[in-house]
């Protein structure tokens, strides 16, 4: 089992930042892929950024909406990852999800931590 843990988010107006983070705990050992998925009200869960491992130092994956704003980025002990989001929008709304996966085992999910950006 993993257990993780999500901190960082909060209300900002347009154009403010945000960082977010996300410490996993329990099996931690092979986790290869961890990333961010939001939820918008009434709308699907949907990836934001991953960030995979790998022998050549990994790679990094983002939705287009948030290229050029957001980074993600894991901790020197590889058991935190965290989001810089920048430029927040108010459609970058939405409850963001941690999201961690030892392939090809199942992933685990975050409680969630509401973000919300007024105009």
């Known amino acids: 089992q993993v257990q993780l843990v999500e901190s960082g988010g909060g209300a900002v107006q347009t154009g403010g930042s945000l960082t977010l983070s996300c410490v996993a705990s329990?099996?931690?050992?092979?986790?290869?892929?961890m990333g961010w998925y939001r939820q918008a009200p009434g709308k699907q869960r949907e990836l934001v950024a991953v960030?995979?491992?790998?022998?050549?130092?990994?790679?990094?994956n983002y939705a287009d909406s948030v290229v050029g704003r957001f980074t993600i980025s894991r901790g020197n002990a590889q058991n935190t990852v965290y989001l810089q989001m920048d430029s927040l929008k108010p459609e970058d709304t939405g409850v963001y999800y941690c999201?961690?996966?030892?392939?090809?085992?199942?992933?685990?999910w975050g409680q969630g931590t509401q973000v919300t950006v007024s105009s």
């Open positions: 999201y961690v996966r030892r392939a090809p085992l199942p992933g685990y």
């Open positions: 960030i995979i491992s790998g022998g050549s130092g990994g790679q990094t």
């Open positions: 329990g099996s931690i050992f092979s986790i290869n892929t």
